[in-house]
């Protein structure tokens, strides 16, 4: 993935605004036209830019280029022990499982914990 820049939190939830988006809207951050319906930036503000299993905090967005179709996006990072570690919009009750793509479905998660996760249901 091909990276264009950082930016911080407060500058990437201030260019989304409060606004609810609808299916393919956009917004322009340092002069690119970033995808604005996304889940992920939703469940991010709603819950927090921190991992709910080991409490990571998200520090950073880079705005990162898709490979498949050139479009770019913005991923949410923190840092453990010097290395970079992705945000990722977990689904509570997998989908193999039968989970939807709600937003009652979706909690904040580093891919550390994901990974460690996997298809497990966990028993709060
Ligand atoms: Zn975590």
């Known amino acids: 993935m ?3 820049g950082i ?3 407060t500058t990437v939830f201030t ?4 606004k609810i988006y609808e299916f393919g809207a956009k917004v322009e951050l340092d002069g690119e036209m970033i995808n604005a319906d996304s889940d992920r930036y939703r469940l991010f503000k709603r819950d927090g830019c921190k991992c709910c299993r080991c409490g990571l905090e998200g520090q950073y967005f880079a ?3 898709s490979a498949k179709d050139g479009s770019y996006h913005l991923n949410l990072y923190g840092t453990k022990n010097g290395q ?3 945000f990722t919009k977990d689904h509570i009750l997998p989908k193999s499982k039968g989970g939807t793509n709600a937003m009652s479905n979706y ?4 891919r550390i914990c994901n990974e460690k996760k996997a298809d497990k249901i966990e028993k709060e």
């Open 7 to 9: 930016y911080s939190i």
């Open 63 to 65: 705005m990162e280029r």
């Open 84 to 86: 970079e570690v992705l």
């Open 107 to 110: 909690q904040v998660m580093c």
């Open 2 to 4: 091909q990276r264009r």
């Open 15 to 18: 260019a989304l605004g409060n």
